[in-house]
T-cell receptor
């Protein structure tokens, strides 16, 4: 069964450093998303991406964040200058259409020290 | 302000019993409703989607939607210890054409053998 994959599973970085989180969505899906979950809190939407451009972004997704689909399979989230409060699980998700189910990847645990 | 509310639990049921999980949401414009299961330290796993009023059954799971009351529920029949997890209610308002999900804080379910 096709699934969303994410790398790395765990990333440790120092405050102020840039990180890139990578995702491979399900191959025939057209909509891609990033969510994050701070430990003990709810899953929060960051950004959605369709047709090679951002479709929607939340207030969390400020100028420190960017997304890119550099090729036909990868979807990346870049955090330019990490802060302690960026420590969270980051989940990539994809869906075939904009009104149907989203499938989540296993997540990347980002720890900023 | 779009809100998704769930009782955080914990909800404990004996093995074989029916577990009932509830969710309310703030906006009548909501279009799509999803239940995800999340094991500790793992990503959300889609269990059910429901789009119209009434019941939808899939195996041991039944989702119920009442848009007039802004209420969606999940029933788990013949609960098993492996069902012990946090259950996340997610709602999409679909305003912008992207299916951004708003999550509740989740209800922690424990099935006692």
């Amino acid at each position: 069964e096709p699934e969303v994959t994410q790398t790395p599973s765990h990333q440790v970085t120092q405050m102020g450093q840039e990180v890139i989180l990578r995702c491979v969505p399900i191959s025939n899906h057209l909509y891609f998303y990033w969510y994050r979950q701070i430990l003990g809190q709810k899953v929060e939407f960051l950004v959605s991406f369709y047709n090679n451009e951002i479709s929607e972004k939340s207030e969390i997704f400020d100028d420190q964040f960017s997304v890119e689909r550099p090729d036909g399979s990868n979807f990346t989230l870049k955090i330019r200058s990490t802060k302690l409060e960026d420590s969270a699980m980051y989940f990539c998700a994809s869906s075939m259409d904009n009104i149907v189910e989203q499938y989540f990847g296993p997540g990347t645990r980002l720890t900023v020290t | 302000q779009k809100e998704v509310e769930q009782n955080s639990g914990p909800l404990s049921v004996p093995e074989g019993a029916i577990a009932s999980l509830n969710c309310t949401y703030s906006d009548r414009v909501s279009q799509s409703f999803f239940w995800y299961r999340q094991y500790s330290g793992k990503s959300p796993e889609l269990i059910m989607s429901i789009y119209s009023n009434g019941d939808k059954e899939d195996g041991r799971f039944t989702a119920q939607l009442n848009k007039a009351s802004q209420y969606v529920s999940l029933l788990i029949r013949d609960s098993q210890p492996s069902d012990s997890a946090t259950y996340l209610c997610a709602v999409s308002w679909g305003e912008t054409g992207a299916n951004n999900l708003f999550f509740g804080t989740g209800t922690r379910l424990t099935v006692i053998p």
